[in-house]
Structure formats: C-alpha cells, structure tokens
Nanobody, 116 residues
C-alpha cells in the first residue's frame, strides 16, 4: 500500500521557520523524484520544489528561491522541505508528491499558516 505522510505543518509568525517531512512507503523510493506542492483557498495547486531520485538536482518556484530548501534521505524514505523567512503568502496546504514515468502519488497534505 502506497503512503505519503506529511508532517511538520503549523502556525508561525512572519519571518519564522518550519520543516516539513514526508515519509514514504509502499514503493521504491529511489525510483521516484519527489516534489512539494501547495494550494491556498481559491488558488490552483502550485509546484514549490522538486528533487531528483538521488538528490543531485533540485528546482524551486521563484517565489521561494533562497528561502526554502528541499532535501531527501533515501535511507529513511523521507523528503523534507525546510522553510525559512516565511511570509503570509506562504500560507497554504502543502502536499508531498512522488513521480516516476507517469506514475504519481500524493500525500494528504499538511497546513502551514503564517500570520502575526
């Protein structure tokens, strides 16, 4: 059974930090690139960051470059999103996603709220 379980969301003040985790099971983790998406009410889901199977390549949305860092630990089948200098516009539900050759898995999401 494929599972992607996100954790680490919460409420934080502007300028604060959070670290999201996504624990994967039920598939060959190293066969998949991993991505973080987010969606806020009334907006389309957007790609935030992505990392290749062994972490050699990463990409980021322009809105988070220099503030967010994606990483993965293949020994623990886990992908992370370190989020620093958070802004109110980062408020969204964050989703973990695994992709390989057209196969796509999604997690349930974790809420991040940035507010003073």
């Amino acid at each position: 059974q494929v599972q992607l379980v996100e954790s680490g969301g919460g409420s934080v003040q502007p300028g604060g930090s959070l670290r999201l985790s996504c624990a994967a099971s039920g598939f060959r983790f190293t066969f998949y690139a991993m991505r973080w998406h987010r969606q806020s009410p009334g907006k389309e889901r957007e790609l935030v960051a992505a990392i290749s199977s062994f972490g050699e390549d990463t990409i980021y949305a322009d809105s988070v470059k220099g503030r967010f860092t994606i990483s993965r630990d293949n020994a623990r089948n886990t992908v992370f999103l370190q989020m620093n200098s958070l802004k109110p516009e980062d408020t969204a539900e964050y989703y973990c996603n695994a992709i390989s050759n057209g196969t796509l898995y999604w997690g349930q999401g974790t809420q991040v709220t940035v507010s003073s």
